[in-house]
Nanobody, 126 residues
């Protein structure tokens, strides 16, 4: 079992930065692929970024590539999402997710993850 708690959301002007954190509990964190997703009102949950267990392999949605950076600290059981050059279209609830090794669904889809945090709101004003 993995429990995830996100923090770091808030209101920021366009062009600004925020860093989201996701603290995990449970012994499987250091071996789990982690991901960030987001969901805007009236839209489906969409993939943002993912990082493998070691932190050396990352993937990003085209919409955030070059602006967002995902990282992890296994000693602190925490995964981060550094968001720079924020745009109004980045406004959404951001969710952290953990994937178990047995999950074979694509890691760019919500089905590719087994545990979810409660979400943190990010609002970017123009």
């Amino acid at each position: 079992q993995v429990q995830l708690v996100e923090s770091g959301g808030g209101l920021v002007q366009a062009g600004g930065s925020l860093r989201l954190s996701c603290e995990a509990s449970g012994r499987t964190f250091s071996s789990s692929r982690m991901g960030w997703f987001r969901q805007a009102p009236g839209k489906e949950r969409e993939f943002v970024a993912t990082v493998n267990w070691s932190g050396f392999s990352t993937n990003y949605a085209d919409s955030v590539k070059g602006r967002f950076t995902i990282s992890r600290d296994n000693d602190k059981n925490t995964v981060y999402l550094q968001m720079n050059s924020l745009k109004p279209e980045d406004t959404a609830v951001y969710y952290c997710a953990a994937r178990l090794a047995a999950n074979v669904a694509a890691w760019t889809t919500p089905g590719g993850y087994n545990y979810w945090g409660q979400g943190t709101q990010v609002t970017v004003s123009s």
